[in-house]
């Protein structure tokens, strides 16, 4: 169980944050993400990397002997794995919205992402403005978000929030050096 409150909206409270939580969250990547790394690297994600969804999927078989918690109200909508075991985290990840975010929302999907270099990609599952946020001891690491074949913006996400529309634009990660964490929040074709 986490149990973290921000004291106020500093850069020391977002390194507190770092170490008290995403420090602490243990996963591994899904097949899909795996598979996108590989695809768009050509090699295996790398060891301690991961990817993972917290909020909503249409998924529900997990193996034969484990599904996913259905969402009451929603038709086939079950709760991530992540999300059915650390529910808390909802109320901490909507906090550090509320402090940082320049035009607040209220959380509903997360893509949490450690030391995951993502390949170009569009969010295809996506509705609408995604925002993103990097933290983490790392240097490196833009978002690049290509708006046109001759127009793309390099963003410096690192504890600043930034939007986009990640289902209409081809967006990816830079390189970067250190532990590098990035938060993605978005609404999602099927909670929305």
Request: hydrophobic share 30%; charged share 25%; net charge neutral.
């Amino acid at each position: 169980m986490f149990t973290f409150t921000f004291k106020d909206d500093s850069i020391d409270e977002l390194d507190r944050f770092v170490n008290e939580v995403m420090d602490k969250i243990e996963a591994r990547s899904g097949t899909r993400r795996k598979q996108m790394f590989k695809k768009g690297h050509g090699h295996t994600e790398p060891k301690g990397a991961f990817s993972i969804t917290y909020g909503y999927t249409n998924l529900e078989y997990i193996s034969p002997t484990k599904s996913r918690k259905a969402v009451e109200g929603m038709t086939r909508t079950y709760e991530t794995t992540f999300l059915t075991a650390h529910p808390e985290l909802k109320g901490i990840f909507q906090q550090l919205v509320n402090l940082h975010c320049p035009d607040p929302f209220t959380v509903d999907q997360v893509q949490i992402n450690k030391n995951w270099w993502s390949p170009p990609h569009k969010d295809s599952g996506n509705v609408g403005h995604s925002w993103i946020v990097g933290l983490g001891d790392y240097t490196g690491g833009e978002t690049v978000v290509e708006y046109s074949d001759t127009k793309h913006f390099e963003y410096d996400i690192k504890n600043k929030f930034v939007g986009f529309n990640g289902s209409l634009f081809t967006h990816w990660t830079k390189p970067f050096d250190g532990k590098r964490y990035s938060l993605v929040f978005y609404n999602h074709k099927i909670s929305s």
